[in-house]
Nanobody, 124 residues
Framework: QVQLVESGGGLVQVGGSLRLSCAVSGGTFSTWPMAWFRQAPGKEREFVAGVTQSGRNTRYGGSVQGRFTISRDNAEDMVYLQMDSLKPEDTATYFC?????????????????WGQGTQVTVSS
């Protein structure tokens, strides 16, 4: 059974940083593209960042480009999201997702497995 467990969320001030982690178990992690999505109250879930199986190629949503960095450790079955220069509009629940398709998609349907999410709140 595939499980994704996020951690690292919390309350941070504007301009601060957080590092989210996602531990994956129960599957062939190194063969899956991985991604982070987020969902703010009353809004749709949106793509934040994705990384290919090897970790060499990444893709970012426009609002986080240049501030967030996604990475993965295939030896530890972990994926990370380093978030810098945080803004109040980054406040959301952040979800880790794993896909079984080739490439990094930006749609929810591109991913087959999801974590429960971790809350990030940026205070002004």
């Amino acid at each position: 059974q595939v499980q994704l467990v996020e951690s690292g969320g919390g309350l941070v001030q504007v301009g601060g940083s957080l590092r989210l982690s996602c531990a994956v178990s129960g599957g062939t992690f190194s063969t899956w593209p991985m991604a982070w999505f987020r969902q703010a109250p009353g809004k749709e879930r949106e793509f934040v960042a994705g990384v290919t199986q090897s970790g060499r190629n990444t893709r970012y949503g426009g609002s986080v480009q240049g501030r967030f960095t996604i990475s993965r450790d295939n030896a530890e079955d972990m994926v990370y999201l380093q978030m810098d220069s945080l803004k109040p509009e980054d406040t959301a629940t952040y979800f880790c997702a794993a896909g079984r398709r080739i490439g990094v998609g930006t749609s929810l349907r591109d991913y087959d497995y999801w974590g429960q999410g971790t809350q990030v709140t940026v205070s002004s």
